[in-house]
């Protein structure tokens, strides 16, 4: 029984995350809670060093968490065009993401807490990438068609849906940036090329 009970909270502990660190806590207060966080960019080399870090799962209900969702928010709508933002490219090595949503009326903005792509679909798109962390660049790239993502909100609520289109190449393109995956680094592989894309989607900044 006592087994039990130490799987049991081994097994809550993985799926909801660690608690912030001192660290973290600081960097998500400072200034005006209410305000955006400045986007992390390659050309630093201490900045670049989180964007290529891994990062961990967080605990929906945490008040940190709150705060840092919408921090990241408000970091996003101060860019200019940008339509993803991930929680590294703040600062924070936590899986949290940012999207606008192109495949809903009105375009809204969503965030993932500890998204998780569970499959892919074959088909694949390809089509121009930039990001928010890295000036002046631009490639084409290789995305999944369609998605089925895993994902909870600030209430602990796991969600699960098939997402398609532009709106799922955003969010791979964010969710690289959990596993430290910039597109700078990424090798295109040209055995995908083997594959007819079936559309060629907007520019991601």
Same mark, same amino acid.
């Given at each position: 029984?006592?087994?039990?009970?130490?799987?049991?909270?081994?097994?809550?502990?993985?799926?909801?995350?660690?608690?912030?660190?001192?660290?973290?806590?600081?960097?998500?207060?400072?200034?005006?809670?209410?305000?955006?966080?400045?986007?992390?960019?390659?050309?630093?080399?201490?900045?670049?060093?989180?964007?290529?870090?891994?990062?961990?799962?967080?605990?929906?209900?945490?008040?940190?968490?709150?705060?840092?969702?919408?921090?990241?928010?408000?970091?996003?709508?101060?860019?200019?065009?940008?339509?993803?933002?991930?929680?590294?490219?703040?600062?924070?090595?936590?899986?949290?993401?940012?999207?606008?949503?192109?495949?809903?009326?009105?375009?809204?903005?969503?965030?993932?807490?500890?998204?998780?792509?569970?499959?892919?679909?074959?088909?694949?798109?390809?089509?121009?990438?930039?990001?928010?962390?890295?000036?002046?660049?631009?490639?084409?790239?290789?995305?999944?068609?369609? !998605? %089925?993502? +895993?994902?909870?909100? /600030?209430? $602990?609520?796991?969600? =699960?849906?098939?997402?398609?289109?532009?709106?799922?190449?955003? !969010? %791979?393109? +964010?969710?690289?940036? /959990?596993? $430290?995956?910039?597109? =700078?680094?990424?090798?295109?592989?040209?055995?995908?090329?083997?594959? %007819?894309?079936?559309?060629?989607?907007?520019?991601?900044?």
């Amino acid at each position: 029984m006592k087994l039990i009970y130490i799987l049991l909270f081994s097994l809550s502990f993985l799926t909801f995350g660690q608690k912030f660190s001192k660290e973290e806590i600081s960097r998500i207060i400072q200034g005006d809670v209410n305000s955006s966080l400045p986007v992390f960019q390659t050309s630093d080399s201490l900045q670049h060093t989180v964007l290529l870090a891994k990062s961990t799962d967080v605990k929906p209900r945490n008040k940190y968490t709150k705060v840092l969702v919408n921090r990241m928010k408000r970091s996003l709508q101060g860019t200019d065009g940008g339509v993803g933002i991930a929680a590294p490219q703040v600062g924070i090595n936590r899986n949290i993401i940012w999207i606008q949503r192109f495949d809903r009326p009105e375009k809204p903005l969503q965030y993932f807490l500890n998204p998780k792509i569970i499959w892919r679909s074959e088909t694949l798109n390809l089509g121009p990438e930039g990001d928010l962390s890295i000036s002046d660049f631009r490639d084409q790239f290789y995305r999944n068609q369609v !998605i %089925q993502l +895993e994902y909870f909100d /600030l209430k $602990g609520k796991k969600h =699960t849906e098939i997402v398609e289109g532009f709106t799922a190449v955003i !969010i %791979q393109h +964010e969710i690289d940036h /959990l596993f $430290g995956i910039l597109i =700078t680094d990424k090798i295109k592989d040209q055995n995908l090329r083997k594959y %007819q894309p079936v559309q060629v989607y907007q520019e991601i900044k």
